[in-house]
Each structure stands twice: as structure tokens, then as C-alpha cells.
């Protein structure tokens, strides 16, 4: 049976005391709670990656700290690039790859992504990677073929032992910091859609065991409904992960 998987993306969000307290305060929560069938990540901001590790290392906690973006080379005249070893080297252990900010703001085409996918899981991070169609690809139906072409050219080309340790996030764009919230049946609906691609190219065993969480403006007051569909494994979360209240009630859920 999959583990239950909660991650919060953090953005360009918080400054370094808010950092600090919100990583204390989720490792104070941790210790309250039982979080032991749950596995927890968090990805802030590069900057205090080092520094939230160092704090959740002391205090023993369970939490797995992730950064946001990796470049899609190793290394050389980069400027402003974090490799997938330097991440892995301050003791980070995953890296989100192929969200639809970067997608849009970056123009990171799936080519540049599926490079970021391989280095980072060649400096052992688990890839977070992101899929998902805009309001329009909806509204036209073309929601499955978007993300299918979307993962087709990407992580369903890695090889299997790879995808095993990859985790796939499903973010409908549309639903994005806008408030709005794919309903749980539409959330199951592409969830089965993926889960069915990745048995397709790599067989049943391998797509029971891949995580795909779903990411899109979940909160505590939806997060029961949508993490008990039976292909949502999880959840990549936004601005519910800058509270830790907000963040540790989706957890329970």
C-alpha cells in the first residue's frame, strides 16, 4: 500500500525569522501529532534550505526538505544555477521539477525538464514532477492529451527503477492559487488517467507503487474529500503550507 504524502512548496514566500518559526513550529507539531503513517517534505526557499535542515536534523524529526528547482546541467558558467549535487551535497533530498510557474514564467520546455529529472536522480533526489493543462486545455477537453504529452516525453521515458522513485504531482493550473479546487472526482479521474500511463510503460507492479500527489489550492476544509479518492496519494501544497496549522490539519486529514 502507498504511504500517504503530504509535501508544502513554499514559492518565493517568507522571510528568514517566518522561515524559521514556520520549520519550528511544524517540527513542534510533529511532536504533538502522529504524523507516523504520513511521510511530510517541505520545500522552501533555497536560501534557508541548509538552514531548515540543520534545524530538523537536530530535533530528529521526520521531515524531508526539498528545493524548488535544479539546472538542467551539472555545472560550469551558470549564473544563479544550483546543480542537482550541490542540492544533494547540503543534504536536501528532493527537488521539484516541471511546475507550471516555471513552465510559464521559465519557458522550461519538456525537454529541459526531463535533463533536470535525470540529474537530479543520478545525485539520488526524488524528482517531484509536475503536470498539469490549463483553464483552456479544460474547457476544450483537452485536459487528458495535455498532460499525456506532458509525461509521454519525460518520466515515462526514464527506466524503471527510476520511475520507482520518482513522484508525479497533478496541478490542474487552473486551480492554482485562484481558490478554485478540482472536484474530487476530476482530481481521481486524471490521477487514474496517470497511474494508467504508467502501467502502460512500465506495468501494473510499478504504477501501484508510484506517488501522485495532487496539487491545486487543497486546504483543510477540502483535503478529506480529495486525499480519499483511491489514486490520490497525497498532496503538493501551496499557500496552505504557510501555516502550520493549516498544513498539519491536511496532514491529519
Given at each position: 500500500?502507498?504511504?500517504?504524502?503530504?509535501?508544502?512548496?513554499?514559492?518565493?514566500?517568507t522571510h528568514w525569522n517566518e522561515a524559521l518559526t514556520l520549520v519550528a513550529e511544524l517540527v513542534h507539531t510533529e511532536a504533538?501529532?502522529?504524523?507516523a503513517d504520513t511521510d511530510v517534505a517541505i520545500f522552501p526557499p533555497?536560501?534557508?534550505?541548509r538552514h531548515a535542515i540543520e534545524f530538523i536534523q537536530n530535533a530528529k524529526s521526520g521531515i524531508a526538505v526539498g528545493v524548488q528547482n535544479c539546472a538542467s546541467t551539472e555545472n560550469g558558467a551558470y549564473t544563479g544555477e544550483l546543480s542537482a549535487s550541490m542540492i544533494r551535497e547540503i543534504g536536501a533530498k528532493a527537488v521539484l521539477i516541471g511546475h507550471s510557474e516555471r513552465r510559464e514564467y521559465f519557458q522550461e520546455t519538456n525537454e529541459t525538464l526531463l535533463a533536470k529529472t535525470k540529474l537530479a536522480l543520478s545525485a539520488q533526489l526524488t524528482p517531484y514532477f509536475c503536470c498539469g493543462e490549463l483553464l483552456q486545455d479544460r474547457k476544450s477537453d483537452q485536459h487528458?492529451?495535455?498532460?499525456?504529452?506532458?509525461?509521454?516525453s519525460t518520466v515515462l521515458t526514464l527506466s524503471k527503477e527510476d520511475m520507482l522513485t520518482t513522484v508525479i504531482a497533478y496541478e490542474p493550473v487552473w486551480?492554482?492559487?485562484?481558490?478554485?479546487?478540482a472536484s474530487p472526482e476530476q482530481a481521481q479521474e486524471m490521477h487514474a488517467l496517470i497511474r494508467q500511463l504508467i502501467a502502460d510503460a512500465f506495468g501494473r507492479?510499478?504504477?501501484?507503487?508510484?506517488?501522485?500527489?495532487?496539487?491545486?489550492?487543497?486546504?483543510?476544509d477540502n483535503a478529506d474529500a480529495l486525499l480519499s479518492q483511491p489514486?490520490?496519494?497525497?498532496?503538493?501544497?501551496g499557500g496552505a503550507s504557510l501555516k502550520a496549522a493549516d498544513f498539519s490539519a491536511i496532514i491529519r486529514a
Open positions: 500500500m502507498r504511504r500517504r504524502l503530504i509535501a508544502g512548496n513554499w514559492k518565493m514566500n504533538q501529532e502522529n504524523w533555497s536560501l534557508y534550505s487528458k492529451e495535455v498532460v499525456t504529452r506532458q509525461l509521454s486551480a492554482i492559487g485562484t481558490g478554485e479546487t507492479e510499478v504504477a501501484d507503487v508510484v506517488r501522485i500527489l495532487y496539487g491545486g489550492s487543497m486546504k483543510p489514486d490520490v496519494d497525497g498532496g503538493l501544497i
